[in-house]
């Protein structure tokens, strides 16, 4: 394989800019086909990014002799079916975060890959950022000596601007997302806390719906206990009111602490009671490193930067704190 000709499944908002144009500016990386259910949005879809090609039905995108590696964009929910399906037809495999709704699904899409002869990654692309290659750094220095805490706040008032908005909006639909937003913007902050803290030892939480606006959690908590006695710490907060919005991770050391938002381009780092900031550019295409990554393992170049087995810690997280308390 000299070449990746890609083709998207669910070429919706998520591809517009954050991911779409990045596969076709990775060297050795095309689009070679799109397919979105909607045939007039499909279509259109390729004709203002300049693809040639493009379907409304998942399977004749997969069977495209022309594709020899899926990149999965929809909502979770059919991400098990469409995996399984890339990948005995011969695929490499891109899937979007969360990787499934359910540990269950991850786990057959281990199975399925472990029988192929083919690849899979997962697009927790926050590991590719230099502000987190930055953040791991500092921890594996001991920057701020040896880590005492982890503390985590995520709280957001109701129909924050923040979340994307799609017509359906299937994020706050479990048969769907797997659960409300905790289920969206948890997989970037745990996957992260496992690329900085290695795979947890112990963890524990659970979810509330306290507005009853929707039938899915509204609040979340959980605790992790990693390796080295490492604690974190993280409530999550969707029902918020305006004036307590934040989005703010503190790694608290011996010497030090960290401070930095997971949807953010800063670290704050104070040592000695002297705080630096150190200010990070997002790439316009915010996948584009974590692309050319997955590009370069599936043509052999490289290894995996996020692997399903990397992707089961989350969701197992996820799946345990997302449990609903009546």
């Known amino acids: 394989m000299k070449k990746i000709n890609w083709g998207i499944l669910g070429c919706g908002n998520v591809t517009e800019l954050k991911s779409g144009p990045a596969f076709n500016k990775v060297p050795q990386s095309k689009i070679e086909a799109v397919m979105r259910r909607n045939a007039s949005k499909a279509a259109d879809y390729a004709k203002r990014h300049q693809i040639e090609k493009w379907y409304q039905n998942a399977s004749d995108l997969i069977n495209d002799t022309n594709v020899n590696a899926i990149y999965i964009a929809t909502p979770p929910a059919p991400h098990k079916d469409y995996a399984i399906q890339s990948l005995e037809a011969g695929k490499n495999v891109y899937i979007e975060k969360p990787v499934t709704i ?54 957001q008032k109701p129909d924050s601007d923040k979340i994307a908005k799609t017509e359906e909006n299937w994020r706050v639909n479990p048969e769907i997302s797997g659960g409300g937003l905790f289920f969206d913007l948890a997989p970037h902050q745990l996957d992260i806390l496992i690329f900085l803290f290695g795979e947890p030892i112990h963890y524990s939480g659970f979810s509330l719906n306290q507005s009853k606006k929707e039938v899915v959690a509204d609040f979340t908590s959980g605790q992790i206990l990693f ?10 907060n969707f029902n918020s009111h305006p004036n307590n919005e934040i989005e703010r991770c503190d790694i608290i050391g011996e010497k030090g602490k960290i401070s930095f938002a997971i949807f953010g381009n800063r670290i704050a780092l104070t040592v000695d009671n002297k705080t630096i900031q150190l200010d990070f550019e997002k790439p316009q295409h915010i996948q584009q490193n974590m692309i050319e990554k997955t590009v370069n393992y599936f043509l052999g170049n490289g290894n995996n930067p996020c692997s399903l087995e990397d992707a089961l810690l989350s969701l197992k997280i996820m799946e345990e704190f997302g449990k609903l308390h009546d």
Not at 121 to 129: D, G, K, S
Not at 135 to 142: A, P, R, T, V, Y
Not at 227 to 236: A, D, E, L, S, T
Request: glycine residues 4%; aromatic residues 8%.
């Open 227 to 236: 390796k080295n006695n490492i604690p974190f710490q993280g409530v999550w």
């Open 102 to 155: 359910n540990v269950k699904d991850c786990e057959a899409i281990i199975e399925a890959k472990n029988k192929s002869s083919n690849k899979v990654t997962v697009a927790h692309y926050r590991r590719a950022l230099p502000l987190f290659l930055k953040l791991k750094e500092l921890i594996d220095q001991k920057t701020i000596g040896e880590i005492r805490l982890i503390d985590l706040k995520l709280f």
